[in-house]
């Protein structure tokens, strides 16, 4: 069965500065997808990255860009020139052959003014 | 394109009690899933439809939950003889076959059991 591991469970920077949150992942699949996504205290889940399998290219959203590490089975989330609205709760999340997301724990990341 | 939108936000009930949630998936999504999320924990999966067949349930759903999607529009979840245990955030999210893997979220139905 796949999981999926976030091994901080808080992170914190300073505004405008650079953080990176850590997610690694196990599978006996090949071709297979992984997200990020926010959740902000008491709002809704909203999807921040995601990256194929397939491309080695690493997937970039604007100030997000994640380092896919398919060897490795890694999978960070780069947040540049952080702001006060990136604090939340962040999930990495990998998408199976049944259709399911599979969840990491979060990693809570505070942004310091 | 109003988003995925859930109902009731909250829900307040006495243990014993039977709870019914609806999800309304973006219009031209196809298929729709439900998660639990309990505090400080990710979601966990609990059933997936695609259009109004259910495909997929978790050993998690136990017998006391039931999903819906008649018509393959919207959907509801009812737990019946709620437990303190059952007391959780339900999330619904809905997906289409262009991009099946991405889902999109609701803002998630919180229950307190008491």
């Known amino acids: 069965a796949q999981t999926v591991t976030q091994s901080q469970p808080e992170m914190s920077v300073q505004e405008a500065e650079t953080v990176t949150l850590s997610c690694t992942y196990d599978t006996s699949e090949s071709d297979y997808y992984l997200f990020w996504y926010k959740q902000p205290p008491s709002r809704q889940m909203i999807l921040v990255i995601r990256?194929?399998?397939?491309k080695q290219q690493n997937a970039t959203e604007n100030r997000f860009s994640v380092n896919f590490q398919k060897a490795a089975k890694s999978f960070s989330l780069k947040i540049s020139d952080s702001q006060l609205g990136d604090a939340a709760m962040y999930f990495c999340?990998?998408?199976?052959?049944?259709?399911?997301?599979?969840w990491g724990a979060g990693t809570k990341l505070i942004i310091k003014p | 394109d109003t988003g995925v939108s859930q109902d009731p936000r909250h829900k307040i009930t006495k243990r014993g009690q039977n709870v019914t949630f609806r999800c309304d998936p973006i219009s031209e999504h196809n298929r729709l899933y439900w998660y639990r999320q309990t505090l400080g924990q990710g979601p966990e999966f609990l059933t997936y439809?695609?259009?109004?067949?259910?495909?997929?349930k978790s050993r998690l759903l136990s017998d006391r939950f039931s999903a819906e999607r008649p018509k393959g529009s919207f959907s509801t979840l009812e737990i019946q003889r709620t437990e303190q245990g059952d007391s959780a955030m339900y999330l619904c999210a809905s997906s289409f076959d262009g991009a099946k893997e991405t889902q999109y979220f609701g803002p998630g139905t919180r229950l307190l059991v008491l």
């Open positions: 439809f695609q259009n109004e067949a259910q495909l997929e």
């Open positions: 999340a990998y998408f199976d052959s049944n259709y399911q997301l599979i």
């Open positions: 990256q194929e399998a397939y």
